[in-house]
């Protein structure tokens, strides 16, 4: 990283970047758009190089982070200002993604995609928060701390790990304590509720999984222990319950 980028300390620090007289967009646009290339999985180029590809609604943000991840060996191919103007073939790493950006939710496009997502904010609300990192999102970072910290969360997260912005982690802590906790007469957790939720529609517990992005066996817990928590005889017990009441009042 360089001097300028590690003095910058906020997101200021990208558009100094703008300034070198390189055009970072254009440098392997051909090799990532090629029709022969087809999308694969969990693969690398080399060990201190990742192949990004980078949503980003802010033209100029995103001229400064391309810089930026490029500057540190990474090879940003794709970039868009949404995920709809993403190319419908492109071999990549990991995706770092605008919450902001134009189309589909954070959390939807999040789940949607098989690998890795770095999802960046200006800020966000605590049901964003949880949306997204319950959707699997393996990275999460204020675009304020982003000159500091970028670098180090995609090598955290195509490593293997995940990367918190350390801003966020009392928050997300305090989240979790209130989670576990619950709420309401019977004590039930938001995960439970949202699982809840969805038994009125008579879906199953792969299509409950599907739609929150868990995974079945996940579901099969907070059912259980929701259902426990109600006094409910089974599933078709807990989902007149909710019908009856409303799950907010549970």
């Known amino acids: 990283m360089t001097p300028e980028l590690r003095d910058a300390g906020h997101l200021g620090g990208l558009f100094t970047l703008l300034h070198h007289g390189r055009s970072p967009i254009a440098t392997a646009r051909q090799r990532w758009l090629a029709p022969s290339w087809t999308a694969r999985v969990g693969t690398t180029w080399a060990a201190t190089m990742s ?103 995609v090598q955290s997260i195509v490593g293997g790990g995940v990367f918190i912005d350390p801003h966020l982690m009392n928050r997300l802590v305090s989240l979790m304590m209130r989670s576990q906790r619950g709420s309401g007469p019977h004590g039930l957790t938001t995960q439970e509720r949202r699982v809840l939720a969805l038994l009125p529609d008579g ?43 409303g799950v907010d009042a549970l």
Not at 79 to 88: E, F, I, Q, Y
Not at 117 to 134: P, S, Y
Not at 207 to 227: C, F, P, Y
């Open 51 to 153: 192949r990004v590809v980078l949503v980003e609604s802010d033209a100029l943000v995103r001229s400064g982070l391309i810089r930026l991840l490029e500057d540190a060996g990474h090879d940003v191919g794709v970039a868009a200002a949404s995920v709809d103007k993403l190319p419908r073939r492109a071999a990549f790493d990991l995706m770092i993604l605008d919450l902001a950006a134009p189309g589909p939710d954070a959390a939807d496009t999040v789940a949607s995609v098989s690998q890795p997502v770095l999802v960046l904010a200006e800020e966000l609300t605590d049901v964003e928060l949880i949306d997204v990192l319950g959707a699997g999102a393996k990275g999460l970072m204020l675009k304020s701390t982003v000159v500091g910290l970028l670098v180090d969360a």
């Open 203 to 245: 879906l199953t517990n792969r299509e409950i999984a599907e739609q929150l992005g868990v995974s079945v066996e996940t579901v099969k817990t907070h059912l259980r222990n929701a259902m426990r928590k109600l006094g409910a005889y089974d599933r078709i017990d807990a989902a007149l319950i909710v019908s009856d009441k």
